[in-house]
């Protein structure tokens, strides 16, 4: 993809937004660069992957090295699988430009890739062996204010957000029954928001089937081993078939298949925003003069 602006419909962040790291890092200028003279002098520079995974938020650091000052010659969509020394973008310009966006950039790609990597390996490991498998669901347990970068990440990874924040998704936790009984707090739920499904956190069988007699919508189990999914699921299959059982709670690749094979319809996980960075290589020359 080769693009003279990036849109801002396929980013996570706006200008204003991508202006505001620049500024972070950079508040008073590039003390080095100024110094030495060089900001003016003609440059490129190309960010590479080390070593295997899933590119995120490609379009967003292609964008905030536009507004740096440089040109993207070249930028791979995010969602992207690469392979070791994969090139993801290409970008000419001032020496100024190219090396006040480097860092900001190569942060930003290195951090996304490591939640889209994880999600795709969490989304490979849940796979039934007949292809199927349950949605990998992400929560909205970011560190404060990323979460429109890591809700772009998980989308690349091939997740989605199980709750992008309190405004968006009725879920009804156990801290809330001090203050209304369940049956009460269900049909309120209904008569106020008629269109959102009804979802309900539980710690066990009972639970759960008192939630499901309730009117839940969704079971939220939580922290259940996948043999206590399974007790579940096979009631739920029974008593309530359109009831929907997503385990949340410890999930992450090693045992996602655990779960699957439990019955699962979707698995909640902060997993991925825990993940190591991946490495994402940055080569900066300078380029002759035309």
Known sequence: MTLAHISLSSRALSDHDLTRLLHEDAPHGDLTTSSLGISGHPGQMTFRARGPQRLSCSEDAARLIELAGATILSVRPSGSTLADQDEILHAEGTAGALLLAWKVAQTLLEYTAGIASTTAALVAASRRPDGSGPLIAC?????????????????????????LGLSETILLFPEHTPFTDLTTAISHLRAAAPEKRVVVEVGSLASAQ?????????????????????????????HAPRCIVAAAGGITPDNAAAYAAAGADVLVTSWPYFAPPRDVSVSITAKASS
């Open 210 to 238: 008192q939630a499901v007699h309730a009117g839940a919508d969704v079971l939220q189990l939580e922290k259940f081993s996948p043999p206590n999914v399974a007790e579940v699921t096979q009631w739920v299959s029974t």
């Open 139 to 163: 929560t909205r347990k970011t560190f404060p204010g990323t979460r429109a970068l890591a809700a772009r990440a998980v989308r690349d990874g091939g997740g989605i957000m199980h709750r």
